[in-house]
T-cell receptor, first 114, second 110 residues
């Protein structure tokens, strides 16, 4: 099993460009998450999904959109990138909530917006 | 709003010394608590989780944490630090929407 994979691993964008980050999991997990990690700020939740076809806003959703058309995939979109979106993005999945919400993380995508 | 607070963004210990990393959670955080570890340039991996079966939880690599409801704390400990324990540690809590602390970087001094 590959676990959680993220594509791409690195990306450089210019301000105003758009892009989509892809997260895929092969563990049949219900829940999926997108986080950003910035120095001194820990992980902040952008959006999450508790099942195929569902999405919900997290702590810092502005400037991002997501879709979960298939259970195994969770896409994060940036419509018009800004330098403030320079960060490391992590995707995670978990079987379900509560005590079962052990999250499995992908390796991360390092995004730089110039 | 739910919050998870980690006291000390950097902690240094000598090899062989006790490791204590502090985590407090707000009362609005459901009592589903986790500790994760992150090594450089990697994603996070689970160290241990509180499942309400026991207040003292044992995890991987000799780490353990004690859930204290009266103190709203879930501190992480290890009796004897190894060089390989140098990493960043995150406390987290929540039911669906999980909140992470800002992380504590552990330095182990030879």
């Amino acid at each position: 099993n590959a676990g959680v994979t993220q594509t791409p691993k690195f990306r450089v964008l210019k301000t105003g460009q758009s892009m989509t980050l892809l997260c895929a999991q092969d563990m049949n997990h219900e829940y999926m998450y997108w986080y950003r990690q910035d120095p001194g700020m820990g992980l902040r939740l952008i959006h999450y999904s508790v099942g195929e076809g569902t999405t919900a806003k997290g702590e810092v959703p502005d400037g991002y959109n997501v879709s979960r058309l298939k259970k195994q995939n969770f896409l994060l979109g940036l419509e018009s990138a800004a330098p403030s979106q320079t960060s490391v993005y992590f995707c995670a999945s978990s079987p379900r909530g509560g005590r079962y919400n052990e999250q499995f993380f992908g390796p991360g995508t390092r995004l730089t917006v110039l | 709003a739910q919050s998870v607070t980690q006291l000390g963004s950097h902690v240094s210990v000598s090899e062989g010394a006790l490791v204590l990393l502090r985590c407090n959670y707000s009362s609005s955080v459901p009592p589903y608590l986790f500790w994760y570890v992150q090594y450089p340039n990697q994603g996070l991996q689970l160290l241990l989780k509180y499942t309400s079966a026991a207040t003292l939880v044992k995890g991987i690599n000799g780490f353990e944490a004690e859930f204290k409801k009266s103190e709203t704390s879930f501190h992480l400990t290890k009796p004897s630090a190894h060089m390989s324990d140098a990493a960043e540690y995150f406390c987290a809590g929540g039911y669906q929407k999980v909140t992470f602390g800002i992380g504590t970087k552990l330095q182990v001094i030879p």
